[in-house]
């Protein structure tokens, strides 16, 4: 598996996705976190189909990170199960990437 990865998660509002985003960038579990507001999701939840508004943050981070990123989202997310999905990152500028480790390596 790569090192880098993508990790998109959604949230409810905006400000919890702020809220997220920020924790994670200060903790240097991920290096940036772009938030991309008013996203719409149609999902299964509950016995039925659900068609709500949510905000996407889309984080890049290593995947050795990848546990501690699921541990602190669930801890500051108000979903019972909120969506955390990595994506490896397969390629991309060297020196974006090596930024990345970088600002997430302690």
Not at 26 to 41: K, Q
Request: glycine content about 4%; aromatic content about 6%.
């Amino acid at each position: 598996m790569a090192d880098e990865i993508i990790v998109l998660i959604t949230a409810g509002a905006g400000e919890e996705a702020a809220k997220i985003a920020r924790s994670l960038v200060e903790e240097r579990l991920v290096a940036c976190v772009n938030i991309v507001p008013e996203v719409r999701s149609i999902f299964f939840w509950d016995n039925s189909a659900r068609d709500e508004r949510e905000t996407l943050l889309v984080c890049k981070s290593r995947a050795q990170r990848l546990d501690q990123i699921i541990a602190r989202v669930k801890e500051l997310h108000t979903y019972a199960v909120p969506e955390i999905i990595a994506l490896p990152i397969i390629g991309g500028s060297r020196s974006y990437l090596d930024w990345l480790k970088e600002a997430t390596t302690e």
